[in-house]
């Protein structure tokens, strides 16, 4: 009977050894979805001794380690631009998007991953201290904050947090600048950063008026100022007063594909604007709107430079490949994927690389860019040379 009472018992213990067993993978998968669960039981091993030996226990935040882990996680996939963003992060991030945020005006990426920026926005602190698009940002110091953080590694949601700040607070950045002997710092006061999308400014050469578009980036905002430039224009062309149409793209960023779309429709009669090439092989083509069409004949060249990007360098590729315009300046950024935003109920987000941006004759910008019909080196001083190049070939060329 005894030896009954054992075996049934060893059978007891291992039914339920069994079920806490499959519960426990049950739970690995419901966490981290279909398919093979991860060993998680190191991060639990670390976590315990954390809690037991750590010694000042009172700074151990479950929440900040559930963050941490889940950066960690997106981090080890070595894209940049696939980024964990805790709530404030992403706050931050739904901001720049709308055209408005407090910060010192800088769009933010990475040449061959390092901190970089991309573009300095117009009229901000960034600007007006002469910051340029490809400036290396090696460090970030904060006085106030005591913070003097390489960024070696960094990601663009931690740069973004160490750079933005309190309006008339100072942060300055060590920068590397390609001709320059040795990296220099940059001191910036951060203000309440409210970006207009775009702006015409009528000019005239020569007797003759010419509509220079200064399209910043493709924000929120776009979807409303555009239409009212498209009118203003409109005004100046159906006096039989406007010679052609400059659209200068330098220093934009990029933002909404769908807005860069919109504004391509316009200028084109039809066609692909351009193809999203998906993970799952899948593409998505995204064609003119023949509903627009207003500046289908009119002269024009476009404006580029290393800090056009994303959306910018898909509208400056599509004019080009169709003959629309001519391209001067400087070759693109080369920013050419395609980041989903998720949004999670704890006000966290998930940006992931979903997709390929191709030009409408399958071309992919990523890493490379787009290279100007001709090349225009700028000082962006009022006087620059350049600009004459540009009257030159919008006026002079057939």
Known sequence: MKRIRNIALLSFLMVFVSCVSFKLGQRSVEVLGEGNP???????????????????????????????????????????????????????????????????????????????????LAKTPADKAGLRAGDLILKIIDKRKNIDKDTVGISLDEAVELIRGEIGSEVVLNIYREGEDKPFDVALKRDNIVVSSVELEIKEKDGKKIGWIKLYKFTERLYEEWDEIMKELLEVKQRGELAGIVLDLRNNPGGFLEASVMVASDFLKEGVVVKQESSDGTTDVYKVDRSKGRM???????????????????????????????????????????????????????????????????????????SPDAEIEWNYEDNDPAYEKVYESLLNDS
């Open 38 to 120: 991860m060993d998680l039981s190191l991060m639990w091993k670390v976590r315990g001794r954390l809690k037991e030996d750590y010694l000042e226990k009172e700074n151990i935040d479950d929440k900040k380690m559930s963050y941490g882990a889940i950066s960690g996680l997106v981090d080890s996939l070595d894209d940049p631009y696939t980024v964990f963003l805790p709530p404030s992060d992403n706050k931050a991030n739904r901001e720049n998007l709308a055209g408005e945020f407090g910060g010192v005006g800088i769009s933010l990426g990475y040449k061959e991953k390092t901190l970089a920026v991309i573009a300095p």
């Open 296 to 370: 289908l004949d009119d002269k024009m060249v476009v404006l580029i430079n290393g800090g056009s990007a994303s959306a910018a360098e898909i509208l400056a590729g599509c004019l080009q490949e169709y003959k629309r315009a001519k391209l001067l300046g400087e070759k693109s950024f080369g920013k050419g994927t395609v980041q989903r935003p998720d949004e999670f109920e704890d006000g966290s987000g998930l940006h992931i690389t979903i997709a390929k941006w191709l030009l409408p004759g399958g071309k992919n910008i990523h890493g490379e860019g787009v």
